[in-house]
């Protein structure tokens, strides 16, 4: 069994992160009752384009992204 970090669009459960899935593989979802975006808001110029429910998964990605280029 892995763990797999998601988010949910309103539609289905996105992955965080590249994984591959086979099709029709069964899954467990836990879904954590606390909001992943806690009233973040977005500030800037293009603030009134943002999406403060993606803040979370841009920190994660970005947070990835450096990590990796570390190594």
């Known amino acids: 069994m892995i763990a797999v970090k ?3 669009d309103g539609h ?3 992955p965080l992160g590249k ?3 086979k099709v029709n593989q069964q899954a467990m979802i836990v879904v954590d ?3 992943a975006v806690a009233k973040k808001s977005c500030r800037g110029i293009a603030s009134k384009y943002a999406n403060p429910a993606l803040i ?3 920190a994660d990605v970005a947070s990835m ?3 990796e280029a570390e190594k």
């Open 6 to 8: 998601a988010y949910y």
């Open 12 to 14: 289905v459960f996105v």
């Open 19 to 21: 994984m591959q899935f």
């Open 33 to 35: 009752e606390q909001p």
């Open 56 to 58: 979370e998964k841009e």
């Open 65 to 67: 992204t450096f990590s």
